[in-house]
């Protein structure tokens, strides 16, 4: 794959951001993690490239069969071997840790204790950060042994990315494209969310079937908004009337704050 200078910097910034965990530096790991992610979200040809193996990724259900205590596995925690799955794996799992889904140290005590049942952090990072760096960084066809210190040579280069109008042209053909895969992802995975939410709703025999026909209306509406519009400020406004609706229904609120969650990150990322 070609890549300019700039990119390159990106990709060696996202491995340093890994081996600082890697190595075993683990104080302040929540500052790390979100280190990481910044590397990836700030850098468009990784974020691309990292989104791709994200569509049609079911993270709980892979999550679920990974886990020790599925006992399905071994009782032990065993990433996936092919790569397109480590890569989306790994990204939701960093994210689950950042937005404190997941605790971070009470993962690491539940799937990757030693002997004594002490918190292994230098294994998770060998078993899980490091197949992640070195899964994306192959994509790019960059050693993950490139130290940081090549940067200055790289700035040095005269070698110097959007030298002319064409190639500012074909950045921003590119920047637009990796925007569009960017909605992709983020409506693909809010329509299906929504769907599931329209099924805890028509489950549930509680609600009253006035009520049930507003809710399943408003959220057909979100998922036409989504898929057709790319909309998200129009989904927003339909979920203020959903969430009048919703109010005491217990059932849908587990799903609902998952799509609140998830429009959040979208406003935020």
Do not use: W
């Amino acid at each position: 794959m070609d890549i300019t200078n700039g990119q390159k910097m990106q990709i060696i910034n996202f491995i340093d951001c890994c081996n600082q965990m890697i190595s075993g530096k683990y104080i302040l790991a929540e500052n790390k993690i979100a280190q990481i992610l910044t590397s990836i979200r700030s850098s468009e040809i990784i974020f691309e490239e990292v989104s791709k193996n994200l569509i049609g990724f079911d993270f709980e259900e892979k999550y679920y069969k990974l886990e020790v205590k599925n006992k399905l596995n071994g009782s032990k925690f065993t990433m996936p071997e092919e790569r397109s799955e480590i890569i989306a794996m790994v990204y939701n799992l960093l994210n689950y840790f950042d937005l404190q889904k997941l605790n971070f140290h009470g993962f690491i005590v539940e799937n990757y204790a030693d002997d004594s049942g002490k918190a292994n952090y230098v294994l998770f990072g060998q078993e899980v950060l490091k197949p992640f760096r070195d899964a994306v960084t192959e994509i790019f066809d960059i050693s993950a042994d490139v130290k940081k210190s090549e940067i200055t040579a790289i700035m040095n280069s005269d070698d110097r990315a959007f030298s002319t109008q064409e190639e500012l042209l074909k950045e921003k053909i590119k920047q637009d494209e990796i925007k569009d895969m960017q909605d992709k992802v983020f409506f693909d995975d809010l329509s299906k969310q929504i769907e599931e939410l329209i099924n805890v709703v028509k489950m549930d025999s509680k609600i009253k079937p006035a009520k049930k026909d507003d809710m399943i209306f408003i959220l057909e509406a979100c998922i036409k908004s989504a898929n057709k519009y790319k909309d998200i400020e129009n989904v927003s406004a339909l979920l203020v009337a959903f969430d009048v609706l919703a109010l005491k229904v217990k059932t849908v609120k587990y799903r609902y704050e998952k799509i609140k969650d998830l429009i959040l990150s979208y406003y935020t990322a």
